[in-house]
């Protein structure tokens, strides 16, 4: 009886011993997980599967966690100015789910600062939220050029000129990689236009690749150490960019020495094999017509991948590169360790938002008739169904699901003190919907009684009737043209004959055709799309609390056909191939180098004060040139000016843009203050790609320095010999 008992006990003891043992494997390997561990050694003990599991979604925004080694899964989120709003594993918006977030303005908005330190306050928000909101990867910035303004993406983008997105994007990458979460540098590359974007073929020389498309992209991975880099859609050169051999392997891995995870877009991948060998390391996406219950075991990097190693088509060598590359990815972000915890939607948050969108927004035209003097105007009729539109939840996947949004009229009505305002839309926001003979006799009506009109219009921020082909600023499509919508040029034609006093305000990620009503405005600015705080910023800057100090970082052409890739007809491209013939000259280098004369050039902003640019001081020790100039506030605001640097090569073996600009400074000086500015411009500033040599050149002679206000203003130059 005593053996029996003794027995009984034994195995009880076993069996519970049994059951410690068999549930402790998770809780030993999360213990070794969170006090650093060696990757190598934990892929050794992933099964083929496992490793698999981890290259591939597992739901519309995460990958496959290993469970059994204490690996999570990997959560992303769009976007570009905002954790876009929560998506469950149907796509479908997760009912109850608190993501009210803080809405940034645009890229586009964010360049227009020319401030690199905003740069990092930007993306710091965006870490700070995505880690709040649990996401690991953030995708975002956006890198690519902007070629032409019909492009539906580029209100995310920054800038037609590869040196400014370089500065941009450098601080936005480290200030939200500092929150504990990688960025995603997207789209790579060559991503210039939304039409045909899933199968469009770009064709472009080598310079223009390395001197024009590519420098914003390395300055994030190489300068900015972004963890993650997201491949376009479209293809380059005849294979697809998101496994493209020449992009990833050889010059992103290889030549920059890329050691992060490249994330494809959403279902850019298209070929197992090629995804494998080419460096694709995780294969997003969602097929809708699985939904509700996609099976992601048949994305091409899934079960194929298993079969294609087990029958040694590709070795399992290759997979663990790719899990050993987003490991270490998560280490540097302490998804295994001590995170920062994020915090969503702060004053501190709103005020970068607000301070952003203040220093983004650009005055274009100014006769006068700004600031507006509240003891001057007692009345202003607000005119134009984009003064009271709210943008963040629009745009595809940079739809944000803002806490709140300040509207042009909401931020007028509050700055506006005493002053009288009257609002009437003028037009309707409805697909196909064209001029309204009763609604502009309104706007009219109201326009005449009024000291002055405000008039907010320009383009929507994405799509009047679903996903359709009506899109303005959005994802998937382009616009067809540069004339407003919704008969918006009559309605301020009327408008403006009524009142001759009328400012005009555009939304939008680009410019509009303004030849039938520009030259009569009395001001014109460019808000963009600026964010949660937006319609304070602008009233501020109407009424004089902010001095404006945005420089537009593209160019605004006098019409579609002056721009290079409409000019030389290669927009949108033929039988599935763009080729790129406008080459290295995009933005102000095809305008000033053709001498064609702008609505507005690259770099331009007015401001309510005046600077004065004094005789630079050029100096060169060996590789590094510096340019030093005083800089003084000759007007009676304070207010910010960007001191901006182009370089003209005066003979070359090879065909140089008139100008290009290798240097900028944001400096802010109050009434009568003078400040020395420096300019430094490295040995790289003055080079071409040789594509005869497959490399960078820097060839003897002069170099003129043009110091300016905009790539038309020049204040001062200096020269310097090589």
Known sequence: MIGRLQLSRMTVALFCLAILVACSPKETKEAKLSSGFDVDSLIDEMTLEEKVAMIHASSSFTTGGVERLGVPEWTMSDGPHGVRKEHGRDWEHDEGASDSVTYLPVGVALASTWNPDLGYEFGKVLGSEARARGKDVILGPGANIIRTPLNGRNFEYMSEDPYLVSRMVIGYVKGVQDQDVAACVKHFVANNQETERNSIDVEMSERALREIYLPGFKAAIVDGGAYTLMGAYNQFRGQFCTHNDYLVNKILKDEWGFDGAVVSDWGAVHDTKQALINGTDVEMGTDLSM??????????????????????????????????????????????????????????????????????????????????????????????????????????????????????LAGLKNHGGAVAITYLPGYEIVKGKGADDTMIQQAVKAASSADVVIYVGGWIHGYTDGWNDNAYDAESLDKHDLTMPFGQDELIQAVMKANPNTIVVLMGGGPVDMSKWGDKAKAILQAWYPGMEGGNALAEILFGEVNPSGKLPMTFPKKLSDVSAHALGEYPGHDGKVIYKDDIFVGYRYFDTQKIQPLFPFGHGLSYTTFEYGKPDVTKNGEDVSVKLRIKNTGSRSGGEVVQAYVRDEQASVPRPAKELKAFQKIFLQPGEEKEVELKLGKEAFQFFDEGKMKWVLEPGKFIIQLGSSSRDIRQTGEVEW
């Open 291 to 408: 939904l509700p219950n996609p099976d992601y075991s048949k994305f091409y990097m899934a079960n194929a991948t298993i079969e294609m190693v087990k029958t040694e088509q590709v070795a399992e060598g290759v997979i663990d590169n790719k899990v050993s590359r987003i490991l270490h990815v998560m280490q540097r972000t302490n998804i295994f360790g001590e995170r920062k915890a994020g915090v969503v939607n702060t004053k501190e948050h709103q005020a970068t938002a607000l301070k952003v969108a203040e220093e983004g927004i650009i005055l274009l035209k100014n006769s006068g008739a700004l600031p507006l003097d509240r003891k001057k105007v007692k009345s202003i009729a607000v005119i134009g169904a984009n003064a009271d539109h709210k943008h963040a939840g629009a745009g595809g996947s940079s739809q944000v699901n803002a806490k709140y949004e300040i509207t042009p």
